[in-house]
């Protein structure tokens, strides 16, 4: 920052850091104390790096020590950073600016006071504490993203992305290139499976050209945003250039703008790529570490030989290059243009606070690679089931998520997140319309 905009920028957080907080002094071991408030979020930039720094809301004091050797003040509830002067700023949340894209919002949390108060309705209605299982957290995380007691679900779209990947050349498929472009015009006459699970949870359904090999034509519901026509072949080259990759976050972004300018606040992501599993292998072994072995599937259906090849193709490519640690390069690396749209429409859909329906591998791959990112992604997901894909399973436990089914899908396209649906719907449905035990006059447990 130019230094006569960084004195006016440190004298103005100075002065409203004063009116945040109430100085009171040392304590008897000589570290001063302040009272807190509660904060609401406004997001900052500075040097480069993204903050949320928060103004007050309403006075809850909190007290709050800081040494004379240390520059954190301890809270009861946190960290607080403070300013050079020792005058505490507001809680602060950075995102390192090498880590997301710079104009990407920072997600903010979702509401941990409403979830706590949804959890509490929940042990009040008609039931056994507990007796819902896991609808239960589900409602209460939804009551959170939405900062409301009366969830709902409105104008949920579902946008499934396709692209092309270059590696699909070395039969890491069980089909062919060509299939991806078939697929699209299929989506778009209508005649897929997502198609079917869109009509019947009533909802929009859009298709994206991320990067397709062939000309998808023209229709309503086909956004074009082709970055090129498939990746490179990462065996031997970046599947793409830094530039694209960062391109495709954006055009994520955008679809996902798109799609909801009529007020949705719930999307189902899904996609369509021949040979995406195997981008999306090597994405997994660069995001969590585990062996490459471990995160190779029969994607479309490959027999033994296919599998053996599969894996032989991503073997020579970390030989080429080991996955490198930043996301977005690890995406550039071995990603897809479908991957790269997903995560940057998850990131969108978050910063929105939208509820995020992931689907099976592929799209759980691009919400791990966003969590990267931005750490607050995940709190808007909600998985929508476990794919008979082989590794999927092992990433969702390294991301510490529980998918809401497991029936032994593996279609992609978004189908297993629109089947979930209806299992958020029911959720939200009992969360709202069950009575509680005084409402029904109903003897509590220890009545």
């Known amino acids: 920052m130019h230094g006569g905009c960084r004195w006016i920028y440190d004298s103005l957080s100075r002065a409203f850091a004063r009116s945040f907080y109430t100085h009171r002094g040392p304590d008897e071991r000589g570290s001063t104390l302040w009272s807190v408030d509660v904060y609401s979020s406004v997001?900052?930039?500075?040097?480069?790096?993204?903050?949320?720094?928060?103004?007050?809301?309403?006075?809850?004091?909190?007290?709050?020590?800081?040494?004379?050797?240390?520059?954190?003040?301890?809270?009861?509830?946190?960290?607080?950073?403070?300013?050079?002067?020792?005058?505490?700023?507001a809680?602060?949340?950075?995102?390192?600016?090498?880590?997301?894209?710079?104009?990407?919002?920072?997600?903010?949390?979702i509401d941990t006071a409403t979830r706590e108060a949804a959890n509490r309705r929940l042990d009040t209605l008609t039931k056994p504490q507990g007796a819902l299982g896991r609808l239960e957290p589900l409602a209460a995380q939804v009551?959170?993203?939405?900062?409301?007691?009366k969830p709902v679900i409105t104008r949920p779209v579902a946008i499934v992305f396709a692209a092309d990947h270059g590696v699909a050349e070395r039969g890491v498929s069980a089909y062919p290139r060509?299939?991806?472009?078939?697929?699209?015009?299929?989506?778009?006459?209508?005649?897929?499976?997502?198609?079917?699970?869109?009509?019947?949870?009533?909802?929009?359904?859009?298709?994206?050209?991320?990067?397709?090999?062939?000309?998808c034509g023209d229709d309503p519901r086909l956004i074009t945003a082709k970055i090129r026509r498939g990746t490179r072949d990462f065996v031997v080259q970046a599947a793409m250039t830094p530039e694209e990759c960062r391109n495709a976050l954006h055009q994520g972004r955008e679809a996902?703008?798109?799609?909801?300018?009529?007020?949705?606040?719930?999307?189902?992501?899904?996609?369509?790529?021949?040979?995406?599993?195997?981008?999306?292998?090597?994405?997994?072994?660069?995001?969590?570490?585990?062996?490459?072995?471990?995160?190779?599937?029969?994607?479309?259906?490959?027999?033994?030989?296919?599998?053996?090849r599969k894996r032989a193709t991503l073997e020579a490519a970390v030989a080429r290059r080991a996955p490198p640690d930043d996301p977005i390069e690890l995406l550039?690396?071995?990603?897809?243009?479908?991957i790269a749209m997903l995560t940057g429409a998850i990131l969108a859909a978050a910063a929105h606070r939208m509820l995020v329906v992931v689907d099976g591998f592929t799209v759980t791959v691009a919400a791990a690679l966003a969590a990267r990112m931005d750490r607050c992604a995940l709190d808007y997901c909600v998985f929508g089931h476990c794919s008979a894909e082989y590794a999927h399973r092992a990433l969702l436990a390294h991301l510490n998520v529980q998918p809401l089914l497991d029936v032994g899908m593996r279609l992609g396209e978004g189908t297993g997140a629109a089947v979930a649906l209806?299992?958020?719907r029911a959720a939200l449905a009992l969360f709202t319309d069950m009575a509680t035990f005084e409402g029904a006059g109903v003897s509590g447990k220890d009545s």
């Open 256 to 308: 996902l703008k798109r799609v909801t300018a009529s007020g949705s606040n719930t999307v189902i992501l899904g996609e369509m790529g021949i040979g995406n599993t195997a981008a999306s292998a090597l994405l997994m072994h660069g995001v969590t570490g585990q062996r490459l072995a471990d995160c190779v599937g029969r994607g479309t259906g490959l027999d033994d030989h296919g599998l053996d």
């Open 91 to 109: 809680p602060t949340r950075t995102r390192d600016a090498g880590t997301a894209p710079l104009d990407f919002a920072i997600i903010p949390r």
């Open 143 to 149: 009551c959170g993203i939405q900062r409301t007691l």
């Open 422 to 424: 209806s299992t958020v």
């Open 332 to 338: 550039t690396e071995f990603g897809g243009y479908e």
């Open 43 to 89: 997001v900052v930039r500075s040097r480069g790096v993204d903050t949320e720094r928060v103004a007050p809301r309403t006075a809850i004091p909190r007290e709050c020590t800081r040494s004379a050797a240390s520059p954190v003040a301890r809270c009861k509830d946190g960290d607080m950073m403070l300013t050079a002067d020792s005058t505490p700023s």
């Open 178 to 215: 060509a299939v991806t472009e078939q697929m699209v015009r299929n989506f778009l006459a209508g005649g897929a499976a997502i198609n079917v699970l869109a009509r019947l949870q009533g909802m929009e359904l859009w298709i994206v050209d991320a990067g397709v090999d062939g000309d």
